[in-house]
């Protein structure tokens, strides 16, 4: 069975915090994304990683950044939290042009 | 300009009744296809997706969506509802051209089961 997990269901962290979200796949994918889901916004990609230690710029990057030191797992960074950046965070990964498969998301809230 | 529209954004259908959820794109080429289902407060989980062959395909929980190029469009449908049904849904895209895989999304839409 396809598993993508993240390190946490729900966070909670204050402002100038450095925050991070963490995710794992077993599936052996090339492929792994960063989204942010607000209501009324939809899913929104902050980076994706298409190889170890490769990283692009997805359409929302500001404020985050990301890493990829071994294929199954790609972190989230938040440098400095901001309350704006309270949201609910997925994860995914995928083979080139497959499809995309979630984790369970993390409940991020900056107070 | 280029996007997937999902001209619905709430549906409300009766427990058994049949169910279509709308899906159109608008790009040169056919893209891969995909239909995810999002339950509140979890992540996405793929249905169903289109590659090529076949146009009407299967996925899970009883859905099944049929491909027409003429119409560009890939909607999704069920026979008969059921309440556990009731989820936020999403048609997605990958361009074939795309050299990284990355998901273009529809808006999602939201169905609601009455008992």
């Known amino acids: 069975d396809v598993k993508v997990t993240q390190s946490s269901r729900y966070l909670v962290k204050r402002t100038g915090e450095k925050v991070f979200l963490e995710c794992v796949q077993d599936?052996?994918?090339?492929?792994m994304f960063w989204y942010r889901q607000d209501p009324g916004l939809g899913l929104r990609l902050i980076y994706f990683?298409?190889?170890?230690?490769?990283?692009e710029k997805g359409d929302i990057p500001e404020g985050y950044s990301v890493s990829r030191e071994k294929k199954e797992r790609f972190s989230l960074i938040l440098e400095s939290a901001s309350t704006n950046q309270t949201s609910m965070y997925l994860c995914?990964?995928?083979?080139?042009?497959?499809?995309?498969?979630f984790g369970p998301g993390t409940r991020l809230t900056v107070t | 300009a280029q996007s997937v529209t999902q001209p619905d954004i709430h549906i409300t259908v009766s427990e058994g009744a049949s169910l279509e959820l709308r899906c159109n794109y608008s790009?040169?080429?056919?893209?891969?296809l995909f239909w995810y289902v999002q339950s509140p407060g979890q992540g996405l989980q793929l249905l169903l997706k289109?590659?090529?062959?076949?146009?009407l395909v299967q996925g899970i929980k009883g859905f099944e969506a049929e491909f027409k190029r003429s119409q560009s469009s890939f909607n999704l449908r069920k026979p008969s509802v059921h309440w556990s049904d009731a989820a936020e849904y999403f048609c997605?895209?990958?361009?074939?051209?795309?050299?990284?895989?990355?998901?273009?999304f529809g808006q999602g839409t939201t169905l609601q089961v009455k008992p």
């Open positions: 995914a990964s995928s083979f080139v042009r497959g499809a995309q498969y």
């Open positions: 599936m052996d994918h090339e492929n």
């Open positions: 990683s298409y190889d170890v230690k490769m990283k």
């Open positions: 790009y040169g080429a056919t893209p891969y």
């Open positions: 289109y590659f090529s062959g076949d146009t």
């Open positions: 997605a895209v990958v361009l074939i051209s795309s050299n990284t895989g990355k998901l273009i």
